[in-house]
């Protein structure tokens, strides 16, 4: 067998073996190497043999790398990372919470390894700086020196307090990242599924943990104390350094929705924030075309027909033709004041303003449980209540008999455990639904309207809202 780099010079001719090292012509790039075999009897194969590398010892040029820190997290991006022989392969990213990690990334903590130009690092500990080294990894295996960059996360101070990152409305964000000002896609158009997280950080350096962390939201302009529904907040993290406390929900289209944070501490003492006034919210806008919705105030008496209540002429009631076939469920007929929009009553309308009236005249149920008449098939519901209200809370009660909870009257069969709601014509003129127990955990939003499906018709059956 024989060898060449240009396939005109040859080696000397030597005995055949199933490898060989071989020197290639200096200067890193595409190497081609040429090989030519004979046999027993003399003769050269008439095929040269060849194949072809890149050679490439020389490690990737280094670009730059940013750090943005926020509440307990750094994110981190790259770029401008080059490799003109074989090209860049991956990245190494290490970090060190003492000094910048070493080239090449040989010290430090790694924390990323792949292709991606960016990496979120969490779980970190505020008040501390925290040292980066990017490094690029070409296709021959060569590491670049690496580009580094260091960050202090901000301080969190005593009690609550917004996230750093925290862009709009504080307090707030969209979960799908959208504009948490609004319920509109990037196309502009409104969204009844969009979930939308509060969140804010409680800090007591002793450590303790506190007695609760809680929401206050209403739906008015101008609320007063008795106005507010509260949720306890989910914490995650250390109450020393700043814990991450978090509340996940749909909003209905109410004309305004305001909220506050709450926490009280160990010891006794309410902390506030805002420390006065309340942090106004998103407008969620009524979907175009047709909306399911409810009103979540005392009409009593009221006589409201569906241009009173909703701006919105005319307003469908569904009315119930009981267990019957698809064909003949039931039929809307049109609100009026004879026949006027009720307290825990669903509804469609069509859009005609970007919410609903706020009805501010009006007070809130100040029951603390609110019946519906239920009848068998299909029925159109809404939370009377201007706070949610979980599925799985809703009490049902078959004739006078004693009060179950939701998921015992669907192992009743009594109902079917789900809510359903439109997601609008801008989304396929569909029907989405939520159950007791699932994920997510069905809630009854205020101003939003509901299908529910009775099984039954032996009896009167009557939801029981509790509220919550």
Not at 289 to 317: E, I
Not at 384 to 412: D, F, H, I, R
Not at 424 to 448: C, H, K, Q, R
């Amino acid at each position: 067998m024989q060898f060449s780099n240009d396939n005109t010079n040859w080696s000397t001719a030597e005995t055949f073996s199933t490898s060989k090292a071989w020197t290639l012509t200096s200067g890193d790039g595409t190497k081609t190497v040429y090989a030519k075999l004979k046999d027993k009897a003399g003769n050269w194969s008439d095929t040269t043999i060849k194949d072809t590398i890149i050679l490439d010892t020389i490690s990737p040029s280094d670009g730059t790398l940013s750090a943005t820190a926020s509440s307990s997290q750094v994110s981190l991006s790259w770029s401008g990372f080059s490799d003109g022989t074989s090209g860049v392969g991956s990245y190494k990213l290490v970090y060190s919470a003492s000094s910048i990690p070493a080239a090449s990334c040989s010290s430090g903590t790694q924390i990323y390894s792949g292709t991606s130009t960016s990496y979120t690092h969490t779980e970190l500990t505020n008040g501390t700086t925290y040292y980066y080294r990017v490094c690029a990894i070409d296709n021959a295996g060569n590491t670049s020196t690496g580009a580094i960059n260091s960050v202090i996360l901000p301080p969190i101070p005593e009690g609550l307090s917004k996230l750093q990152n925290d862009i709009g409305i504080e307090g707030i964000e969209r979960e799908d990242g959208g504009t948490d000002s609004n319920n509109l896609d990037s196309s502009g158009k409104p969204k009844v599924d969009i979930t939308y997280i509060f969140k804010i950080i409680f800090k007591d350096s002793s450590g303790n943990q506190p007695q609760y962390v809680r929401l206050y939201m209403t739906q008015r302009n101008n609320p007063t104390t008795g106005n507010f529904y509260t949720v306890d907040l989910t914490c995650t993290g250390s109450w020393a350094s700043g814990a991450t406390c978090s509340y996940s929900t749909l909003l209905g289209p109410a004309a305004k929705h305001k909220y506050y944070f709450e926490a009280k501490l160990a010891n006794g003492t309410i902390v506030r924030y805002l420390t006065t006034g309340e942090i106004d919210g998103p407008v969620v806008e009524l979907l175009n075309g047709y909306n399911m919705v409810g009103v979540p105030r005392d009409l009593s008496g009221a006589n409201m027909d569906g241009a009173a209540a909703f701006s919105s002429t005319p307003t469908y009631r569904w009315v119930s033709n009981g267990l019957t076939t698809d064909s003949n469920k039931g039929s809307y007929v049109t609100v009026d004041s004879s026949n006027p929009v009720k307290s825990g009553e669903g509804y469609f309308i069509s859009k005609n303003s970007s919410t609903l009236p706020e009805l501010g005249s009006f007070s809130d149920i100040s029951a603390t449980s609110y019946t519906i008449t239920l009848k068998p098939g299909w029925n159109v519901i809404g939370n009377p209540y201007a706070g949610n209200v979980k599925l799985s809370g809703v009490k049902v009660q078959k004739g006078n008999g004693e009060l179950v909870t939701w998921t015992e009257a669907a192992t009743n069969s009594w109902v079917v455990n789900a809510i359903y709601y439109y997601k609008g014509s801008d989304w396929g003129s569909i029907y989405t639904f939520e159950s007791a127990g699932g994920n997510p955990d069905a809630t009854l939003v205020p101003w939003m309207g509901y299908w529910i499906y009775v099984n039954k018709a032996d009896d009167t059956y009557r939801l029981v809202i509790t509220r919550q």
